[in-house]
C-alpha cells in the first residue's frame, strides 16, 4: 500500500503561511518537498493532488530565491506534481523558471509553446536546449528568438526544425561563421539549405565543415561544394539577390565610410556578397558583372576593378587570398599579382571597367 502524507507536516502548513515568518515559510516547503522526493513515487494521484496544492500554497508566499531552489529540486523529477511544474515555469523571474523550462518531464508541449510566446528571451534561452524539443516549440522559439537564443537552439541537436523553420534559421545566420558552422553539421539540415549556407560562407568556414564533419555528411559537403564552384561566376551569381547588403553598402557610401578600409575589413571577414557590392557601387557598375569577375576563375582580371576602385594592395591580397575558390591562389600568382597591379595605371583600370559596362561581358 502506498504511504499517507506526513499530515503533520500538512496540519503545520495553516500556521506557516499565515502567521509564519518567510524562514519558517521556506522550512516548511524544504520539508513537504523532502517528504514529497522521498515519497511522491509511490503515490497515487490523489496523495500527489495534496502535495500539488501545499507546494503552490507555499511557493506564493516564499521569496524568489526560495523558489529557485525549489525549482532546482523538482525539475528533475519525473514525478513531480504537475501544478507546481506549471507555476515555476511560468514565474517571471528566469532564476525560478530555467531550470524547469529546461529540463522538466511535466511540461507539455502546448504549455511550451504558449510561454515561448508570451516571456522573454531569458525564458526562450532555457527553452532552447530541452531535449527532443518538436517542431511546434521551435517554430516559435526561431520567429521570436534573439541571436544567442537561435544559436543555442541550433546546437541543440534533439531539436526537430520545420522546413519553415530551417528557412527562417539559415536566413538569419548571414554572415555569422559560427552559427553557419553549427547549421552545416546539423545531420537533419535539408540539401537546399546546406547549399545555401556553404554558398554564402567563407573558405575558412567551409574548410572546417568538411574537416570536422561526420564521413557521410563530410560527403554532402564536398559534393555541395563541387557543386558550388563549379557555376561560379556564371548562373549562380546573377541568381543570388543583394539588395540588403547593396542598401547597407550604398549607406555606408552616403556616410564616407566606403573606402579601402571597409573592403579590407570585409574580405578579411570573407563577406564577399559585401566586397562584390562595394567594388560595383565604387565602379558605379552593375553588381552582377561584378560578381562574375569575382567569383571566375581569373585572379589577373580582379585587379582591374580593384585599382579602378583605387584600393591598396593588402586590400587586393586579401580579396585575392579569401575569395571563395577550390583551392587558394599560390605564392608565385600572388607574387605576379603584385607586380602586375603596381604597374596597372588608374586610367587604364578606369576605361577597361567602361569597356566591360558597355559590352556587358568579362572574357573567362
Excluded at 190 to 200: C, N, S
Excluded at 306 to 312: E, G, I, P
Aim: glycine share 4%.
Amino acid at each position: 500500500m502506498a504511504p499517507q502524507p506526513d499530515h503533520s507536516i500538512i496540519a503545520e502548513l495553516e500556521d506557516a503561511v499565515r502567521t509564519g515568518s518567510p524562514a519558517e515559510r521556506v522550512e516548511t516547503l524544504r520539508q513537504v518537498t523532502n517528504l514529497f522526493l522521498h515519497d511522491g513515487a509511490r503515490l497515487n494521484e490523489e496523495q500527489v493532488k495534496v502535495f500539488d496544492d501545499v507546494m503552490c500554497l507555499l511557493i506564493a508566499r516564499v521569496e524568489s530565491r526560495a523558489r529557485a531552489d525549489f525549482g532546482k529540486r523538482l525539475a528533475p523529477v519525473d514525478f513531480a506534481p504537475q501544478g507546481v511544474i506549471q507555476r515555476l515555469a511560468w514565474d517571471d523571474e528566469i532564476a525560478v523558471a530555467g531550470d524547469v523550462l529546461a529540463r522538466s518531464s511535466r511540461l507539455q508541449t502546448s504549455t511550451l509553446v504558449e510561454i515561448a510566446r508570451k516571456k522573454g528571451q531569458d525564458h526562450l534561452l532555457a527553452i532552447s536546449g530541452r531535449s527532443n524539443l518538436p517542431e511546434a516549440v521551435t517554430d516559435v522559439i526561431i520567429d521570436r528568438g534573439e541571436h544567442r537564443v537561435i544559436k543555442k537552439l541550433a546546437t541543440n541537436a534533439s531539436a526537430r526544425i520545420s522546413e519553415a523553420g530551417y528557412s527562417g534559421i539559415v536566413a538569419r545566420a548571414g554572415d555569422d561563421d559560427e552559427l553557419t558552422e553549427i547549421l552545416g553539421l546539423r545531420i537533419d539540415l535539408p540539401i537546399k539549405f546546406l547549399r545555401d549556407l556553404l554558398r554564402r560562407a567563407s573558405d575558412a568556414v567551409r574548410a572546417r565543415l568538411a574537416a570536422i564533419a561526420s564521413p557521410e555528411l563530410r560527403e554532402e559537403i564536398k559534393r555541395v561544394l563541387q557543386s558550388i564552384l563549379g557555376k561560379a561566376g556564371e548562373d549562380t551569381s546573377s541568381a543570388r539577390d543583394f539588395g540588403a547588403v547593396e542598401k547597407f553598402i550604398r549607406l555606408k557610401q552616403e556616410l564616407n565610410e566606403l573606402d579601402d578600409a571597409a573592403v579590407f575589413l570585409f574580405a578579411e571577414a570573407g563577406k564577399f556578397d559585401e566586397v562584390i557590392v562595394s567594388l560595383a557601387v565604387l565602379n558605379d557598375a552593375p553588381t552582377e558583372m561584378m560578381a562574375r569577375l569575382l567569383e571566375g576563375p581569373r585572379a589577373d582580371l580582379i585587379l582591374i576593378p580593384c585599382r579602378s576602385a583605387r584600393l591598396n594592395w593588402p586590400s587586393v591580397e586579401t580579396i585575392l587570398r579569401n575569395r571563395p575558390m577550390p583551392a587558394p591562389i599560390n605564392e608565385q600568382s600572388l607574387a605576379l599579382a603584385q607586380r602586375d597591379y603596381r604597374k596597372l595605371s588608374m586610367e587604364t583600370a578606369q576605361r577597361t571597367v567602361r569597356f566591360w559596362q558597355l559590352h556587358n561581358k568579362i572574357g573567362k
